[in-house]
């Protein structure tokens, strides 16, 4: 069974970093693709980092220059390092990961909250 479990979530001041863990039950090797998204309150889901099996990312325009996806393939988990963040990163941040299992298969872990707040 896949599961993906978020930690390291927690409350933070502006300009603070946290550092949030996905960590996966399978290898990352059976994911083509996992991402971090996240969702404010009364705003739809957003992406805002992905990171491809062959270790390419991508991060939103907003997070860009403060936030860093990475993976470390033998602990089966992937990072979002996230430094001077804002206000506006305050939301229930998610670890998904696509697989390809006869057709796309997308996988979801239960999110973890993140507040910034002084």
């Known amino acids: 069974q896949v599961r993906l479990v978020e930690s390291g979530g927690g409350l933070v001041q502006p300009g603070g970093s946290l550092r949030l863990s996905c960590a996966a039950s399978v290898s990352l090797a059976a994911f083509f693709r996992m991402a971090w998204y996240r969702q404010a309150p009364g705003r739809q889901r957003e992406l805002v980092a992905d990171?491809?099996?062959?270790?390419?990312?991508s991060l939103v325009d907003s997070v860009k220059g403060r936030f860093t996806i990475s993976r470390d393939n033998a602990e089966k988990t992937i990072y979002l390092q996230m430094n001077d963040m804002k206000l506006e990163d305050t939301a229930v941040y998610y670890c998904?990961?696509?697989?390809?299992?006869?057709?796309?298969?997308?996988?979801w872990g239960q999110g973890t909250q993140v507040t910034v707040s002084s």
């Open positions: 990171i491809t099996n062959d270790g390419a990312t």
């Open positions: 998904t990961g696509q697989a390809y299992t006869g057709s796309v298969q997308d996988f």
